[in-house]
């Protein structure tokens, strides 16, 4: 049985930082996309940022984090991480993270088969 367990949310300042991370179980996804996802209350989810490492790698981002949030990857514990700098209150979300069940390359919420319970950040201005 497939597992993504978040950590690491909760409440920060305005131009604090928090650190993420998804350990996930199950099945090995180093030559898969995991990524990170993001719903704020009223509002649909949205894609934040995305890795592969399979062949060179690919990385991509959302524009609204782009310089502030970094994803990384650590193949040999299965695990996710997502640095977010300079955090906005419109930053407030519950965060999630996922996986696809193949290494196709795709940002699309709909495209990840996998996903976790969900981290809550609360940036207060």
């Known amino acids: 049985q497939v597992q993504l367990v978040e950590s690491g949310g909760g409440l920060v300042q305005a131009g604090g930082s928090l650190r993420l991370s998804c350990a996930a179980s199950?099945?090995?996804?180093?030559?898969?996309?995991m990524g990170w996802f993001r719903q704020a209350p009223g509002k649909e989810r949205e894609f934040v940022a995305a890795?592969?490492?399979?062949?060179?790698?690919?990385?991509e981002y959302a524009d609204f984090v782009k310089g502030r949030f970094t994803i990384s990857r650590d193949n040999a514990k299965n695990t996710v991480y997502l640095q977010m700098n300079s955090l906005k209150p419109e930053d407030s979300a519950v965060y999630y993270c996922?996986?696809?069940?193949?290494?196709?390359?795709?940002?699309?919420?709909?495209?990840?088969?996998?996903w976790g319970q969900g981290t809550q950040v609360t940036v207060s201005s």
């Open positions: 199950g099945r090995t996804f180093s030559r898969y996309p």
């Open positions: 996922a996986a696809r069940r193949d290494s196709s390359w795709s940002i699309s919420s709909y495209d990840y088969a996998y």
């Open positions: 890795a592969i490492t399979l062949g060179g790698g690919i990385i």
